[in-house]
């Protein structure tokens, strides 16, 4: 039944052959892997203090890059997956809020404060993955909704119970000793790299294991892809997406208790503004922004160029007000070598 | 009066009707889909065969009849449904993700693994490899299972959605217009796929318009029109030519030729 001379006198006709250079093309974070080496190259050169590509440097922008690096994985999943999540920037401020509100209000100790504000971020998700599985409207607009929600609670909120726009005295709780010393300890002296960073390397590989290595992950890569093609295959199209929902706004707790420990106090306006950057991060990384495809690694590297980019402008004695500008060229370069990737990648079809 | 399972036909349509409120879709349909065969079911635009595949793969339920799987009548509310009794059904959309691999898709929702409990990681050597295996049964041959369905041509991608289906048990394979969106080359292609499936024993359903196809692989041909069963036939009893004239509507299309030639 096997009839290899079938096989291969349609070999030729039908398959291609793909080269080790195409097969590099292939991959999601082939661009930002050259982006970080070209921003890196671009900010040692423009460096003024001589210090950006030395230990002293890394540790500022691997700083600027970590925390912004978890949620980047996050939001790539979930781009991966077909949606969006707009309110995750300002998930980081609430659940800093949050937190800190718990152990400054009501007392409670820094650990059991951490647990409840996991569980609070992952029930936003949960109602923002059910809203949006359930409505079938675009996730744009419904975590654009939370987004607005969360906002306007977050300093009314704020406001109603402090009095002023920010929630501090977080360092005088019990437990905050040994929280700080996990989630915003530094390591290695004299450079004070941030302990986030161990943390950003950690979600991404997790998230990269996850992705190319499990059952889930391949739902993932399927209901971002062509979610009715998933469902008529048996994949839990729902409960999958829902569950990246969760995932992201869970890292944004994550991210938020980190920097409410790291500066003992928060900003109600925390976060506001960051869900770009993290898309942006993500979309430099290779995912595609009609989901199916992307890498965790790739929105790192996505982090990473940002981190560097926003450290070496400072660094290279330039204007920091110029930083947008230089997100929006590398976002609109970004976009572009994704296009190009994925028609070739989709090849002929479309 | 039920035939005993043994002896009984894969699949079975008895005097199987379905109304879309006042329309009658299909009307009193009563077919058999044998292990190791190629059933044919050819019909015009409008003729129910939409109607009778969506019955088959458990999408709609049928409302007069009775629709047995060897010997036992069924009422699938959903494809899922059907899959696990061996009905599986490639549909004209494929259910292949086109930015995915082809061992991605493969194993789509049914991905092997290895490891205990929360830490089973996807098998992707064994999934790769049977992936090749499979292909290479079907006569192609995938040097590389990492290239994204989406590069593949319409023909591979209904041989990968076949392979699949036969991989994953299925005893009924359901194909819908497999054909139509193909170059003569490329039909040829899934034609031998089909051939290959039911040598393994699966009961084909082929759906299409076109006779010509149908002829080539087919054992039994069952004609639709306006929602009935008009003919059928083994491939020993009819020809090629007598299919098509059917098709085209025969005795209606030979009294026209003869109004036109009678024509001043």
């Known amino acids: ?45 423009a460096d003024q203090t001589n210090q950006f590509a030395g230990p002293a440097g890394a540790a500022r922008w691997t700083d600027s890059a970590a925390t912004l690096g978890i949620m980047a994985v996050a939001v790539a999943l979930l781009m991966i997956g077909g949606e969006f999540d707009l309110s995750a920037g300002v998930m980081v401020g609430s659940t800093g809020l949050l937190m800190g509100l718990l152990v400054t209000r009501w007392n409670l100790g820094v650990w059991p404060a951490i647990l409840l504000t996991f569980a609070f971020a992952a029930a936003v998700g949960l109602m923002n993955g059910w809203v949006v599985m359930r409505t079938r409207l675009p996730s744009f607009i419904v975590t654009l909704a939370t987004f607005f929600a969360l906002r306007g609670i977050n300093l009314g909120l704020t406001k109603e119970l402090t009095g002023t726009v920010r929630v501090s005295g977080i360092d005088g709780a019990g437990g905050y000793g040994s929280a700080r010393s996990v989630f915003a300890s530094t390591f290695w002296a004299p450079y004070d790299f941030q302990i986030t960073v161990i943390w950003w390397l950690v979600v991404t590989a997790v998230a990269t294991l996850v992705l190319t290595r499990t059952r889930f992950g391949n739902w993932v890569y399927a209901v971002g892809g062509d979610a009715n093609a998933a469902r008529n295959t048996g994949v839990p199209v729902v409960r999958t997406k829902i569950a990246l929902f969760v995932t992201t706004s869970t890292a944004a707790a994550l991210v938020g208790v980190m920097t409410a420990l ?66 929006g060229l590398i976002l609109f370069l970004a976009v572009m070598v994704n296009t190009l990737v994925r028609r070739r990648a989709e090849g002929a079809r479309r | 009066m039920n035939p005993p399972p043994d002896t009984a036909p894969l699949l079975e349509l ?33 003729a129910g065969k939409s109607t009778l595949i969506k019955i088959l793969s458990g999408v709609h339920r049928n409302d007069a009849g ?82 994204p ?84 036939y083994t491939k020993a009893t009819v020809t090629r030519d007598e299919l098509v004239r059917a098709m085209a509507g025969g005795a209606e299309l030979e009294a026209l030729a003869h109004e036109l030639d009678d024509a001043p």
């Open chain 1, 1 to 45: 039944m096997t009839t290899p001379t079938i096989a291969s006198k349609h070999v030729d006709e039908r398959l291609s052959h793909l080269g080790p250079v195409g097969r590099l093309l292939r991959r999601p974070e082939l661009g930002a892997l050259l982006g970080a080496l070209a921003v890196f190259a671009l900010f040692t050169w």
């Open chain 1, 262 to 327: 790291r500066l003992r106090s928060v900003q109600a306006g925390q976060g506001v503004g960051e869900e770009f950057t993290y898309i942006i991060a993500a979309v430099v990384g290779g995912c595609l922004l009609t989901g199916g495809f992307g890498s965790a690694i790739g929105a790192s590297l996505g982090a990473l160029i940002v981190g560097q980019a926003f450290i070496g402008i400072a660094f290279a004695g330039w204007n920091t007000d110029w930083n947008y500008l230089f997100l």
């Open chain 2, 14 to 46: 008895d005097g199987v009707s379905k109304y879309f409120g006042s329309v009658i879709a299909l009307k009193d349909v009563s077919l058999t889909v044998e292990a190791g065969s190629v059933t044919c079911v050819l019909g015009d635009n409008g």
């Open chain 2, 66 to 147: 009775e629709y047995r799987v060897k010997g036992e009548a069924v009422a699938f509310s959903s494809p899922r449904d059907a899959l696990a009794s061996g009905i599986a059904s490639v549909f004209q959309d494929l259910a292949t993700v086109p930015l995915m691999s082809i061992w991605r898709n493969f194993f789509l929702g049914n991905e092997p693994t290895v490891g205990i409990g929360p830490f089973r990681l996807f098998d992707v050597a064994k999934a790769k490899a049977t992936v090749r295996d499979e292909l290479l049964g079907m006569g192609i041959d995938v040097r590389d299972p990492d290239q």
């Open chain 2, 149 to 232: 369905v989406g590069t593949l041509s319409g023909g591979e991608r209904q041989a990968v959605a076949i392979a699949r289906a036969v991989h994953f048990g299925a005893e009924v394979l359901i194909l819908d217009e497999p054909t139509s969106a193909l170059g003569v080359k490329q039909s040829g292609v899934v034609l031998r796929y089909v051939r290959q499936a039911r040598e393994r024993g699966v009961g084909v359903v082929l759906i299409t318009h076109n006779p010509h196809h149908a002829y080539l692989v087919g054992d039994r041909f069952y004609l639709l029109n306006r929602g009935r069963l008009t003919a059928s």
